[in-house]
């Protein structure tokens, strides 16, 4: 049974980590947390359709509008996975649990276009830069936002 879920006010609290888990997926909570914020226009500094969403939309083939139509349109995560798991390029559970897998290893630091950037980021948060993930620093830039405030 589906149950109506909370619009996240992400002025006040930081969507989801990237690793939460829907039907499978990273990203999809924080992704569907940001949606939900921008729609009610409580999003804050966070971006919906950003380079991380991205990911998930080219992995699905869809974009950010419709998966912005979809969430629009159901009133709980559950209708959001049921939704995406139909739509754009099927994909089986393992080839959902091997692209979360890499995802959660994937490191910004890795990438010569944007390593100097990430660098500086890290160490703004006392993380080094060459082992720390791109979730683990989103997630230390979360806890770091919203201690200051």
């Known amino acids: 049974m589906?149950?109506?879920?909370?619009?996240?006010d992400l002025t006040k609290a930081p969507p989801r980590s990237p690793r939460e888990r829907l039907g499978?997926?990273?990203?999809?909570?924080?992704?569907?947390?940001?949606?939900?914020?921008e729609m009610a226009?409580?999003?804050?500094?966070?971006?919906?359709?950003?380079?991380?969403?991205?990911?998930?939309?080219?992995?699905?083939?869809?974009?950010?509008v419709q998966l912005k139509?979809?969430?629009?349109?159901?009133?709980?995560?559950?209708?959001?996975?049921?939704?995406?798991k139909q739509n754009g390029t099927p994909k089986s559970d393992a080839e959902i649990q091997e692209w979360s897998d890499q995802m959660e290893k994937v490191?910004?630091?890795?990438?010569?276009?944007?390593?100097e950037w990430f660098s500086e980021e890290c160490r703004k948060l006392g993380l080094d830069p060459a082992s720390t993930t791109l979730f683990e620093w989103l997630e230390a830039d979360d806890r770091a936002s919203f201690q200051s405030s």
């Open 2 to 8: 589906a149950f109506e879920t909370k619009t996240k």
């Open 24 to 37: 499978g997926f990273v990203v999809l909570g924080r992704t569907i947390d940001k949606c939900r914020a």
């Open 41 to 64: 226009g409580t999003l804050g500094e966070y971006k919906y359709d950003c380079p991380l969403d991205q990911n998930l939309f080219e992995f699905k083939g869809i974009d950010g």
């Open 69 to 84: 139509q979809a969430v629009a349109n159901t009133s709980s995560d559950e209708e959001v996975v049921t939704w995406l």
């Open 107 to 115: 490191s910004l630091y890795d990438d010569p276009e944007k390593r």
